[in-house]
């Protein structure tokens, strides 16, 4: 059974940290382009940042350049993401998703498989 499974989300204050994780069961992550999207209320789902099949191509939206990193454990079949200086308008659901593409898209449509997402919460 093909499962994505994101954790690490919580309440943070403005500047705080977090470290979110994807793991991947049923198939093998690092044979796919690995996004994390996120959906605030009321808004749109937003793709954040993606890494391609071979990790030489990393896609940042501006809103968290220099803020947020991507990595890949492909010995544990795990996707992170790194958010440092939070801000209250990172506040959404983040979701992890692959897709079975070249290169890198921020296209939700792109993506084969998703997690059921975490939430971060960024608060004083």
């Known amino acids: 059974q093909v499962r994505l499974v994101e954790s690490g989300g919580g309440l943070v204050q403005p500047g705080g940290s977090l470290r979110l994780s994807c793991a991947a069961s049923g198939f093998t992550l690092n044979s796919y382009a690995v996004g994390w999207f996120r959906q605030a209320p009321g808004k749109e789902r937003e793709g954040v940042v993606c890494?391609?099949?071979?990790?030489?191509?990393?896609y940042y939206v501006d809103s968290v350049k220099g803020r947020f990193t991507i990595s890949r454990d492909n010995a544990k079949n795990m996707a992170y993401l790194q958010l440092n200086n939070l801000k209250p308008d990172d506040t959404a659901v983040y979701y992890c998703?692959?897709?079975?593409?070249?290169?890198?898209?921020?296209?939700?449509?792109?993506?084969?498989?998703w997690g059921r997402g975490t939430q971060v919460t960024v608060s004083s």
């Open positions: 998703a692959a897709a079975d593409v070249y290169g890198c898209s921020k296209s939700a449509s792109l993506y084969d498989y």
């Open positions: 890494i391609s099949k071979s990790d030489n191509s990393i």
